[in-house]
């Protein structure tokens, strides 16, 4: 079986799948969610595992794994933008009689970046489903989807995993990783980006630029040395973004009354003297207002000055 095969197994999306499968009510088309591509991933091939008839470790399901059953089609066939060719190719073979499964599958990876010509385009087939196939659209989000495309699906969201869980699977492969505190608590419920936290080591080297900041920032002239730094590594801000929320939260349970854990890869403590539980809130408001800049496709500096600024800000007034 596949690594978090049985992880994922487990989950309440996995267990709605299977219901329609084992109940013979495969919908025409599904809308499947996540922001964990990990995750998304093997929810997706388990559903095709078992829709397809093959149980776990059967050659049915190790060809469904090894993708060489004809009858599931992966797209887009390159890259990872789904274009209006994917789309016509999907519309214009979905009546087409299976050949080995008693129906087709289309998958379609990264679905939120079907542009509003693709999903019109597949929207007339969503509205005159084919008996013969089953579209499966993979998304992050469905925020950018069309309201009458995700109408037509049948959505199934895969939920973020809790730390307790994400805790006990990950001990399993990294039972002495130094980093599996990090991973766990800064994941936010994320299978993919816990296992990148562990197995990536630049992921140790940004928690401690947000350490810094937290703790070496003092003065508006000291604003300059960590703007170039996170200017350096702007492609990971969101992460750095994440890691000094991870912090600062930790600094709230220790003034909140908890004891300080050893487990910590950062000074909590020392966090916690210098952000009280209001500031380290306001703290995280900056954050939220920095991420949604960001999302917005914001300048990178100017996301990091603003971000800096305010932290000082919020700092200098809890003095």
């Known amino acids: 079986m596949k690594k978090h095969a049985d992880f994922i197994q487990r989950s309440t999306a996995y267990k709605t799948l299977l219901k329609d499968v084992k109940n013979n009510a495969l ?20 559903f095709l595992q078992a829709a397809a008839g093959g149980e776990i470790d059967s050659p049915r399901a190790k060809a469904v ?23 016509n190719f999907l519309t214009e073979t979905s009546y087409i009689t299976p050949t080995e499964l008693d129906k087709k599958f289309y998958v379609i990876n990264y679905g939120e970046t079907m542009n509003e010509a693709s999903q019109n385009k597949l929207l007339k087939t969503l509205e005159e489903p084919p008996s013969v196939s089953v579209i499966i659209i993979k998304a992050a989000s469905a925020e950018k989807l069309l309201p009458t495309v995700k109408s037509r699906c049948r959505k199934v969201e895969l939920a973020p995993h809790s730390e307790s869980l994400l805790k006990d699977e990950l001990k399993k492969y990294y039972p002495d990783d130094e980093n599996l505190f990090l991973a766990v608590n800064a994941c936010r419920g994320s299978l993919q980006r816990a296992v990148e936290f562990i197995t990536q080591p630049q992921y140790f080297k940004l928690m401690k630029i947000a350490e810094e900041v937290l703790t070496r920032m003092d003065k508006s002239g000291g604003i300059a040395e960590f703007s170039f730094k996170l200017y350096d590594y702007r492609e990971s801000l969101s992460d750095i973004i994440d890691f000094i929320e991870l912090i600062l939260m930790s600094a709230m349970k220790i003034n909140g009354g908890a004891a300080v854990s050893g487990d910590f890869p950062y000074d909590a403590a020392l966090v916690a003297e210098r952000y009280p539980i209001n500031a380290a809130l306001k703290e995280i408001d900056v954050l939220t207002r920095a991420r949604k800049r960001l999302a917005l496709n914001g300048n990178a500096a100017a996301v990091i000055d603003e971000l800096l600024f305010s932290i000082l800000e919020v700092r200098a007034k809890w003095k």
Do not use: C, M, N
């Not at 919908?27 to 388990?46: I, P, V």
């Not at 794994?65 to 789309?87: R, S």
């Open 27 to 46: 919908s025409h088309a599904y809308l499947l969610l996540s922001e964990d591509r990990l995750s998304l991933d093997l929810l997706t091939e388990l």
């Open 65 to 87: 794994e090894a993708g060489t059953l004809a009858d599931i089609i992966f797209l887009p066939e390159d890259g990872d933008k789904v274009t209006v060719k994917d789309i």
